[in-house]
């Protein structure tokens, strides 16, 4: 039985406790959350009693072999690094970090002490996810050629205001969002990315410090490429779509993606499959817990969460400067 530690219990801890519940070969036995309501809340909701505003606190008690930190992004590269520095086993929520150094300090941390390092890109295990690089993987679509990833919704306040939105706190829209568009591209495609170029706007939040709107083109050492064209603050609120095209030399992947129906179209016809979006949390813990009682290579390792986000800090200085950015020559997608 994994014993875990949870650190962050605000809003996509929810979905992270839920699927702890659902496992029993792992149980979360304690929590921490700068915040004490929300510590002692989450940890009602798991049938626990111990709860502490401190996560250093947490690291030292008895029975925490790993940690599951679902902390806002600019506090991941202080708490995953000193939670492998204190050999627990890491399972850190995306991005792994909002800084290069950061998620250098982390990789480290983990590799020194031994640990499983896992970088929760949930994307990577909902179902038209799983079923889009099955399909790859099988051959029916032959090479990869070019990912389209387009989404837009409006959940995030159209008065957007606290953390949730200040760069300095999330690494900004780019980063925050941009890196589940990232790391499905670079997954899915199977190469290794060598340039980005970027482009945004702010169309319906002027006052904030951030763009709402932008578009990454990205160019892999295949020759293959891929756009990300991503909105979180539509008008209205309540929309939301999405829509992803896998293009191979012998087929072709269409999914709607996390809210509409999937299909898979090809030479030998038209099928769908469907999606939850608990499902891929679930799915990904369970592989957090799998890959550390089976000593096996984690499914999204923290390099791959570090290219990932260097992708998205690349399409961040191309946006400032209008160029095309390179891509650092030791990534391996
Ligand atoms: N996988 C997904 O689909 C998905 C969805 C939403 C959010 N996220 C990611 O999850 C992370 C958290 O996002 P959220 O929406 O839950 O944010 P949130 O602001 O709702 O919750 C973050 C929590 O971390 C706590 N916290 C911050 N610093 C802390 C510290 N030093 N020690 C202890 N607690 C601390 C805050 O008090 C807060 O309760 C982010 O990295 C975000 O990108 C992932």
């Known amino acids: 039985m994994l014993g875990v530690g949870l650190i962050g219990a605000g809003g996509v801890a929810k979905n992270h406790i839920s699927a702890w519940l659902k496992l029993e070969n792992a149980t979360v036995v304690a929590v921490a959350d700068a915040d004490p309501k929300r510590a002692k809340e989450a940890a009602a909701a798991l049938g626990i009693t111990r709860w502490t505003t401190d996560y250093l606190q947490l690291l030292g008690w008895d029975g925490v072999d790993a940690v599951d930190i679902c902390t806002t992004e ?23 970090a909002t800084t290069l150094e950061d998620s250098d300090r982390i990789i480290l941390a983990a590799h020194n002490a031994g640990v499983r390092l896992m970088v929760a890109h949930t994307y990577h295990f909902y179902d038209h996810s799983v079923s889009a690089k099955e399909v790859i993987d099988s051959g029916d679509i032959g090479d990869p050629v070019y990912v389209r990833f387009s989404a837009g919704g409006g959940f995030w306040r159209q008065d957007w205001g606290g953390n949730r939105i200040s760069p300095s706190d999330t690494g900004g829209n780019v980063v925050t969002n941009g890196v589940h568009a990232t790391d499905l591209c670079n997954w899915w495609i199977g190469a290794r990315p060598i340039s980005v170029y970027a482009q945004a706007q702010n169309i319906t939040s002027s006052h904030l410090e951030m763009d709402d709107y932008f578009m990454i083109t990205i160019k892999y050492d295949s020759g293959a490429i891929a756009v990300v064209d991503l909105s979180r603050a539509n008008v209205p609120r309540s929309a939301q779509w999405a829509s992803i095209t896998i293009l191979g030399t012998d087929g072709e992947i269409t999914t709607g993606g996390q809210r509409d129906t999937q299909f898979v179209h090809n030479d030998e016809g038209l099928r769908t499959f469907g999606l939850d979006i608990q499902h891929g949390f679930d799915r990904e813990i369970a592989a957090f817990v799998s890959c550390v009682l089976d000593r096996t290579t984690p499914p999204v390792t923290g390099e791959q969460g570090r290219i990932a986000l260097e992708m998205c800090l690349a399409a961040e200085e191309s946006i400032r400067t209008g160029e095309v950015v390179a891509m650092g020559a030791d990534n391996v997608s």
């Open 74 to 96: 600019a506090t991941h590269g202080r708490i995953a690094s000193d939670a492998a520095g204190a050999g627990k086993h890491v399972l850190v929520e995306k991005p792994i």
